[in-house]
């Protein structure tokens, strides 16, 4: 079962009107895009993804709503070029849903779930070269604790990387069971009765296959660019990374520049072009129907001029 994390708090959020251009930067399974959809009969819905089962699954559900949107095949790191291409330089409101989706755990071949055996594999666009098996596999030492420590602030870095060096050297570690005993066999016992000891190292090397920090910073950026005056971009972040990521482009955003700020008069001119609308986590109502919603977060901001 998939559910649209923080769902009636985006299209609070959103200020959706019917004739408005908005972009799903995130359409995953159509949750959020149908919602939209159905609120703007005279607008147009843009929606990005790169997985195929999510597009196909998506297009037929959307279909039976109404015919105005538009899936874009492709990262939304793309996302300016993209419209571009379509003749969109300015959108209404723009929405970024950066968790991985249940249905892609819960598919076990795709190799996201330490729960499930399968090939390392973790590619949100199965046609890219790179694959959680490469990086177990091939990433020497010092980069394997790089990414675990800062993409999974993980503090038994250096143990879990030596010991995938010790047994790699044996015979490949090729499906994610083998690396979850790997990642056990590397940690102390209490660390392992306090947390599953493979969550943060999962998460780490997911990020590592699929470039996820660099391509929500540059998505996020070209978002707040394509807004309109009174548009909203929305960002749901499932870890601190991203959430300090969006953060702080949102702080920077909506702040004076510090040359600016000792001012006692500020030009209109120079006055800043957007403002945070606020930060929402989910109900415990949300919470008790769907526990995967438990870390999310949702950051507004709006365009003021």
Known sequence: MHFSVLLNECIEQLNLEENQIIVDCTLGFGGHSSEILKRIPKGHLYAFDQDEKAISYSRDR???IASNFDIIASNFVHLKEQLEDRGVTKVHGILFDLG???PQLDEKERGFSFHQDARLDMRMNIHQ???????VNTYSFEKLVHI???YGEE???VPIARKI???RMEKPIETTLELVEVIKSAVPEKYKRDHHPARKVFQAIRIEVNDELRVCEEGIKQALELLEVGGRCLVITFHSLEDRICKNIFKQASSLPKELSKLPIVPEKLQPKYKIVGHYRPTDEELNENHRSRSATLR???RIK
């Open 165 to 167: 060096e010790q047994v």
């Open 148 to 150: 675990f420590k800062v």
């Open 100 to 102: 991985v989706s249940s």
């Open 129 to 135: 070269s790179l694959s959680a098996y490469e990086v």
């Open 155 to 157: 503090k038994f870095a």
């Open 62 to 64: 959307l279909n039976k």
């Open 300 to 302: 507004v901001i709006e």
